[in-house]
């Protein structure tokens, strides 16, 4: 994942931290709920890949591995839950196509993994209108075919002898046009409030502008983990004072420190911090206060992750 798509995921995760406070809002929205668990859905992919590339280089099988595992438990719950929905209908013809169990589709090649897969959308999808109370929606189908999409694209071709990068190159690409079209559909819904409710469609444009810029760099980002059990730390108070400097405000200006809080799963990021060096305190009740040091480089992106 090259910096600007870390950029464009970074913010992804902050339009989405920033939605969840607005659920009552926007689910009532056409389409809108939808729209959204696609959007996140893919985030988790986006998320899986780019974690492949940073702990792996031995090729695509580890990530081929991690999308197959993916796709193993979804499509064992869609064979179970279509198995009852045959029985309860009377349907024998689907109760023997969705016959199969997890171990099952484990112990399959590959390519037959995606073929189950695919065989539980497809009936699913021909009997979608009844299968709401079963737990399958639209918007699981969305998430299961977009796995089956990933999936297929990692197995490749026989004798296409494609490189890793390539290769991650271009699911990473499917994956952020998932992503951007999920979004468009979403502001498309929003449009519906833009009058009724002025104040939520300010502030979720304002928001939204992070999403489609992908234009600047970040400054500063990292996490804030628990350094006995790993776990994100939320909450936690982490303040930048430039040295050399009383204070500093937002964009530089003489006034206050710039002041962060880590988001539900540990992460923060700064967009605009000027170059030099910088004395960070990072607070959080029921863990001893911290003081780093680190440096910024104007233009580029410093990582800074917090064990408390």
């Known amino acids: 994942m090259n910096k600007q798509q870390e950029s464009r995921l970074s913010m992804y995760l902050s339009f989405r931290d920033y939605k969840s406070a607005y659920k009552a809002t926007t689910d009532p929205l056409p389409n809108y709920t939808d729209n959204s668990t696609t959007f996140e859905n893919t985030i988790i992919q986006l998320q899986d890949v780019a974690?492949?590339?940073?702990?792996?280089?031995k090729g695509v099988t580890d990530l081929k591995n991690n999308l197959k595992e993916s796709l193993i438990v979804p499509s064992a719950d869609y064979a179970r839950k279509l198995g009852v929905f045959a029985k309860f209908t009377n349907n024998p013809t689907l109760a023997q196509e969705v016959k199969f169990s997890e171990s099952k589709i484990r112990q399959a090649a590959d390519t037959a993994v995606r073929d189950y897969a695919q065989i539980v959308y497809d009936r699913a999808q021909s009997n979608l209108a009844a299968l709401a109370t079963y737990g399958i929606t639209e918007a699981t189908q969305t998430a299961l075919l977009?796995?089956?999409t990933a999936y297929n694209d990692s197995i490749g071709k026989p004798g296409a002898g494609r490189t890793e990068s390539t290769q991650t190159t271009k699911l990473l690409d499917k994956l952020f046009k998932t992503a951007d079209t999920a979004l468009e559909n979403m502001d498309a819904a929003v449009e519906i409030i833009r009058v009724s409710?002025?104040?939520f469609y300010t502030g979720y444009k304002n928001a939204r502008k992070i999403v489609e810029t992908g234009t600047g760099s970040l400054a500063i980002k990292g996490t804030v983990t628990d350094a006995r059990t790993g776990?994100?730390?939320?909450?936690?108070?982490?303040?930048?004072?430039?040295?050399?400097?009383s204070a500093m405000g937002k964009g530089g200006k003489a006034g206050k420190s710039i002041v962060k809080k880590s988001a539900a799963k540990g992460g923060y990021n700064?967009?605009?911090?000027?170059?030099?060096?910088?004395?960070?305190?990072?607070?959080?009740?029921?863990?001893?206060?911290?003081e780093k040091r680190i440096a910024v480089v104007d233009g580029e992106l410093t990582d800074l992750n917090i064990e408390l």
Do not use: D
């Open 51 to 57: 974690e492949e590339q940073k702990i792996s280089k």
């Open 146 to 148: 977009a796995g089956i």
């Open 197 to 199: 409710q002025p104040a």
């Open 231 to 245: 776990e994100p730390v939320k909450n936690a108070t982490l303040t930048f004072t430039l040295e050399g400097s």
């Open 270 to 290: 700064i967009k605009t911090a000027p170059g030099g060096m910088y004395v960070v305190t990072v607070k959080k009740v029921g863990y001893p206060e911290q």
